[in-house]
């Protein structure tokens, strides 16, 4: 098959040793990034099968009216990014792993760099010792600190593991459903949503972005937090309401550390999630390892050789396999 993979920004993937299951296919790598649907389509003309990295490209109904030769995209995860009932009615095959019970452990890692980072001022003493200065302040130790956890999931465990480690207290929130399976397990839940943003030292977001949940996270919310309390994002921009991180940031009283934002790539280094001092910022970097690549990009692949086989595997909407095998 013609197996094309969309924004590969490093050429990664060759390096890998999973990228041996496409040898017997004629695969292109792009490592920019392209939005324009027009250029895109120019770009993927003959391919096949498309491969995504995650959300970086969004599949929309005018890319895809634009690709007849297109019969399978091959993606791991949520697919928010994908208009599925478009690729049905071009017959584009949508498979996506979703790994139960498998959590980005990158993801849960940086999660906790993030929240060291910033207690312990790293980016700034590095930048204050390479310019000839010394210390530049004093930073915070997390043993002993409480960390509110909001969404109660897979990467949220793994998170909690680690702190509960290093001697924090957790405690969570979530969906109604998300409180009911941490009773049965026992865990420490809050009193409620405002003492949840209230009690806790540094609250981290670990909430899938759906219909539902876009802008959970309101003005209300951050207001309740404590001064010099820390939030974390490794999850999705989105989860936050339009601009009011930004506008609590801008009052100085809480910190953030981010690494997901509403426009990505996020180029624009005026934007006050780059410039402010209170927050720590990185390029969505929470699953970007050898490691994640590897195990993520190996089921992807064998996706696609599972439909080469003509036995498709992880499929989304499995009609469009139905009809075309009649």
Not at 18 to 36: G, I, R, S
Not at 213 to 228: C, F, N, S, V
Request: charged share 25%.
């Amino acid at each position: 098959m013609k197996v094309h993979i969309l924004d590969d920004w490093f050429d990664t993937l060759r390096t890998l040793p999973c990228f041996a299951k496409l040898e017997q296919h004629d695969v292109t790598v792009w490592t920019d990034h392209v939005e324009d649907p027009a250029i895109l389509a120019s770009r993927l003309e003959v391919a096949e099968a498309m491969v995504l990295f995650r959300e970086r490209t969004k599949i929309t109904a005018d890319l895809l009216d634009r690709l007849p030769g297109l019969k399978l995209i091959s993606q791991r995860s949520v697919y928010p990014h994908i208009d599925v009932d478009a690729c049905s009615k071009n017959s584009v095959l949508l498979c996506s792993n979703m790994h139960a019970g498998t959590p980005s452990y990158a993801a849960a890692e940086l999660t906790l760099t993030l929240m060291l980072a910033s207690y312990r001022q790293v980016p700034e003493q590095v930048a204050a010792i390479r310019r000839g200065d010394w210390q530049m302040g004093v930073g915070r130790t997390l043993r002993g600190r409480t960390l509110g956890l909001y969404g109660y999931g897979r990467i949220a465990k793994a998170v909690a593991g680690y702190a509960e480690a290093i001697g924090m207290k957790v405690q969570w929130w979530s969906s109604e459903a998300g409180r009911e399976r941490a009773k049965a397990d026992g865990v420490r839940l809050a009193a409620s949503r405002e003492a949840f943003f209230a009690t806790s030292d540094i609250v981290s977001l670990h909430v899938r972005l759906k219909p539902d949940t876009k802008g959970i996270i309101t003005a209300e919310d951050l207001a309740a937090m404590q001064p010099r309390a820390l939030l974390v994002n490794t999850s999705r921009s989105g989860l936050i309401a339009p601009g009011v991180l930004e506008s609590e940031i801008e009052r100085g009283r809480i910190f953030a550390a981010v690494d997901v934002y509403d426009t990505e790539p996020l180029t624009d280094t005026s934007h006050p999630l780059l410039t402010h001092p209170n927050v720590l910022p990185t390029p969505h970097i929470g699953y970007v390892t050898e490691d994640e690549f590897d195990l993520q990009f190996s089921d992807i692949f064998d996706q696609v050789n599972a439909y080469a086989a003509g036995d498709p595997i992880h499929m989304i909407n499995p009609e469009v396999w139905s009809g075309s095998t009649g």
